[in-house]
């Protein structure tokens, strides 16, 4: 799913007209401006394609996914456990 298809299905639901180009012109673009950043998502995360997939290293924006089986929205967030997938534990790790 992306973009399109989202755009699409609020229209169809709620019978309205996004103004998503004018928002993304208002918002700086597809790029945040903030510095000493980390963007986290997991690899199943349904959000993952909103974060920040280019981030500006100049001022210190960071991006790491989760690549794990289970590693959904905010997993990265969750009180850790021992069965907790190696690749999740490193994400929280380098954060």
């Known amino acids: 799913m992306n973009e399109?298809?989202?755009?699409?299905?609020?229209?169809?639901?709620f019978g309205i007209n996004n103004k998503i180009e004018r928002t993304i012109a208002?918002?700086?673009?597809?790029?945040?401006?903030g510095s000493n950043t980390i963007f986290?998502?997991?690899v199943e995360d349904p959000w993952k394609w909103?974060?920040?997939?280019?981030?500006?290293?100049?001022?210190?924006?960071?991006?790491?996914v989760a690549?794990?089986?289970d590693c959904g929205h905010?997993?990265?967030?969750y009180t850790p456990k021992?069965?907790?997938?190696?690749?999740l534990k490193d994400v929280r790790t380098k954060v």
């Open 26 to 33: 208002e918002f700086n673009g597809r790029h945040t401006r």
């Open 67 to 69: 690549d794990c089986d």
């Open 40 to 42: 986290t998502s997991g």
């Open 4 to 13: 399109t298809y989202w755009v699409d299905y609020c229209n169809d639901i």
């Open 82 to 87: 021992d069965s907790d997938p190696q690749e």
């Open 74 to 77: 905010c997993a990265d967030l």
């Open 50 to 64: 909103l974060t920040e997939l280019n981030p500006n290293e100049d001022i210190n924006q960071i991006s790491y």
